[in-house]
Nanobody
Framework: QVQLVESGGGLVQAGDSLRLSCAASGRTGSNYSMGWFRQAPGKEREIVAS????????YYTDSVKGRFTISRDNAKNTMYLEMNSLLPEDTAVYYC???????????????WGQGTQVTVSS
């Protein structure tokens, strides 16, 4: 089992930046891929970005390319999402995810965090 805890969400204005963190604990010795998903009210959960174990391969959904950066520090068992130039449409609950496989869809995920709210006001 892997436990994931997100932090760093909050209320910001459009154009601001925010950094989310996801701390992993438990069976973190395996080579897990990790990722960030988000879910806005009334919408399905969607992938934001993912990163492989070594950090050499990253994936971003089109709407965040050039604005968000995913990274990880395996020594600290922590993953990050640096979010710049935030838009009101980025408002959602952001979830941390981990999987023994590559992460592109919700169905790829083995473990979920509890989520952290990000609200961007216009």
């Amino acid at each position: 089992q892997v436990q994931l805890v997100e932090s760093g969400g909050g209320l910001v204005q459009a154009g601001d930046s925010l950094r989310l963190s996801c701390a992993a604990s438990g069976r973190t010795g395996s080579n897990y891929s990790m990722g960030w998903f988000r879910q806005a009210p009334g919408k399905e959960r969607e992938i934001v970005a993912s990163i492989n174990w070594s950090g050499s391969i990253t994936y971003y959904t089109d709407s965040v390319k050039g604005r968000f950066t995913i990274s990880r520090d395996n020594a600290k068992n922590t993953m990050y999402l640096e979010m710049n130039s935030l838009l009101p449409e980025d408002t959602a609950v952001y979830y941390c995810a981990a999987s023994l496989n590559s992460i592109y869809y919700s169905s790829d995920v083995n473990y979920w965090g509890q989520g952290t709210q990000v609200t961007v006001s216009s």
